[in-house]
């Protein structure tokens, strides 16, 4: 009984090794075998990398790198080759069949038609294509989820102020799945006053959405949506609050994330005179060095996705003269946690969303009618693209 239960479960471990969705790198389809043998013999020892054939459906051979659990993780090592002079062209596989690489098309929001929409970004040819859009439909949010394999769209028929006081009519959410033009609709909140989005954690979203009461107008209500990350909704939650005496609720600002994703760094925030003494604690070594001082606020810091670098965004409101206030800018910098030394400052723009996309950082620049998003690699200090549209552009809205 024992060697059959046991041979039992040498069998399901096989079927679900089998079974396992996996995405490779092709560097090319051949003919024939030797063809593929040659290249596969260049390509190896330059990259110092287990290389395999495999036979196509077309009787065609493949070459092929690598089991990867995802598309978004595949084409991250593809562009990391690529990046380093190592390999000229790629496609990622599954199952033999090429699909959409997530990691070099990277989705943002721009006009399509004059209404705001979803388009992708890629990172080899430096194309851009529309990438989702449904007419009357004006996306306000897009949220990418942890994962890369799809993102959340909030969308309104029209929003604005009327009689000084913001309005959203119709308002909807979608999940988008990556690699199809298709999202499903999640919810239908409605005509209300403000809605906001984020992330809650890694596999939990929301979306806070408020209106006016229709019986009693100094009450707010907000409906708060609660999704997991396949869109799953959870309850909904409801708060009411009392525009007399508590006010109209604020959306929260984003909490500085203060440690490194591998719990190996700390920084600090010390405000004295006016200023932001920043200071990076390396745990392990038990160190600590004053790395930035700043007149700014800190508004924002994100880290990369090994937790080696720091990326803080700093704000700044000036009052002219007459005490009118000006437009918000700030500063983007970069920070190498190893070194404990500043990479690149970026200024003159009003730095609101970035986006941690393995080793490159997109982040909006944004100053009075422009709105546009840079594309930078942080371990070469290198910029590499400003992707730039009429009527502007954003990582996940354009400016209202």
């Known amino acids: 009984m024992i060697f059959i239960l046991n041979g039992c479960t040498v069998s399901d471990h096989d079927i679900d090794q089998k079974n396992r969705i996996t995405y490779s790198i092709s560097f090319g389809e051949f003919k024939t075998q030797e063809d593929a043998a040659k290249l596969r013999s260049i390509l190896g020892s330059k990259l110092n990398l287990s290389l395999r054939i495999e036979k196509t459906v077309k009787n065609k051979y493949q070459l092929l790198l690598g089991n990867f659990s995802s598309s978004y993780e595949a084409g991250e090592t593809a562009y990391d080759l690529y990046s380093n002079s190592l390999i000229q062209d790629y496609r990622i596989v599954h199952k033999g069949k090429p699909v959409e690489d997530n990691f070099t098309n990277v989705l943002f929001v721009a006009k399509y038609l004059g209404r705001p929409s979803v388009y992708s970004y890629n990172l080899l040819t430096k194309q851009i294509t529309v990438e989702w859009s449904r007419w009357g439909r004006k996306v306000i949010s897009l949220n990418h989820s942890v994962d890369h394999k799809s993102a959340f769209i909030t969308t309104v028929l029209g929003y604005g102020k009327q ?82 005496k508590e006010g109209f609720p604020l959306a929260p600002k984003r909490k500085p994330v203060e ?142």
Not at 205 to 228: A, E, G
């Open 163 to 244: 009689s000084g006081f913001p309005y959203i009519h119709e308002a909807r959410v979608y999940l988008l799945k990556r690699g199809s033009d298709q999202a499903d609709e999640l919810a239908e909140p409605g005509d209300g006053v403000q809605l906001y989005t984020y992330w809650e954690s890694s596999d939990s979203f929301k979306v806070n959405f408020s209106k006016i009461d229709s019986v009693n107008s100094k009450i707010v209500i907000q409906n708060i949506y609660s999704f997991d990350i396949n869109g799953k909704s959870g309850l909904i939650q409801k708060r009411k609050y009392d525009l007399l």
């Open 259 to 400: 440690f490194s994703p591998n719990k190996q760094f700390l920084f600090r925030n010390v405000r004295s005179n006016d200023e932001s003494n920043i200071y990076l604690r390396n745990i392990k070594q038990r160190s600590e060095e004053l790395v930035v001082t700043t007149k700014r606020n800190i508004n924002d810091a994100r880290w990369s996705e090994d937790g080696n670098y720091l990326f803080l965004i700093t704000e700044n409101q000036i009052n002219n003269s007459k005490g009118v206030k000006s437009e918000k800018t700030g500063e983007l910098i970069i920070i190498d946690a190893f070194k404990m030394k500043i990479v690149r400052f970026f200024s003159g723009f009003h730095f609101e969303n970035v986006l941690v996309h393995g080793k490159l950082l997109f982040f909006d620049e944004r100053l009075k009618d422009k709105a546009q998003i840079a594309v930078y690699d942080f371990t070469r200090d290198k910029l590499l693209n400003t992707i730039s549209l009429y009527g502007g552009c954003g990582i996940n809205n354009l400016p209202m």
